[in-house]
């Protein structure tokens, strides 16, 4: 059973910093795949950033040089540090494992509320 709880979101003011954590339970977590999504009110779930399994990044263009995503094998967690915030980053954001041998993302945390302030 694989379950992801995120934590570490919160109210900040614009130009401010979050880091979002989540922690991984299930499977091999070093061979597993993980990103973080962010859901606006009355908007469609966007991707944020993934770091697989073999290290490699990718954000999407709007957070790129602001956030950074990484991971502590030993502690099965993928965090999420965001500065310089701004407040369309406003959303729920959400953790998300892709596992092999499957090429998606089929199990998801619950999501942390990232309100910034401007």
């Known amino acids: 059973q694989v379950q992801l709880v995120e934590s570490g979101g919160g109210l900040v003011q614009a130009g401010g910093s979050l880091r979002l954590s989540c922690a991984y339970s299930?499977?091999?977590?070093?061979?597993?795949?993980m990103g973080w999504f962010r859901q606006a009110p009355g908007k469609e779930r966007e991707f944020v950033a993934a770091l697989s399994w073999s290290g490699n990044t990718y954000y999407v263009d709007s957070v790129k040089g602001r956030f950074t995503i990484s991971r502590d094998n030993a502690k099965n967690t993928v965090y999420l540090q965001m500065n310089s915030l701004k407040p369309e980053d406003t959303a729920v954001y959400s953790c998300?494992?892709?596992?092999?041998?499957?090429?998606?993302?089929?199990?998801w945390g619950p999501g942390t509320q990232v309100t910034v302030s401007s």
């Open positions: 299930g499977r091999t977590f070093r061979t597993v795949t």
């Open positions: 998300a494992a892709d596992i092999p041998p499957t090429d998606s993302y089929d199990y």
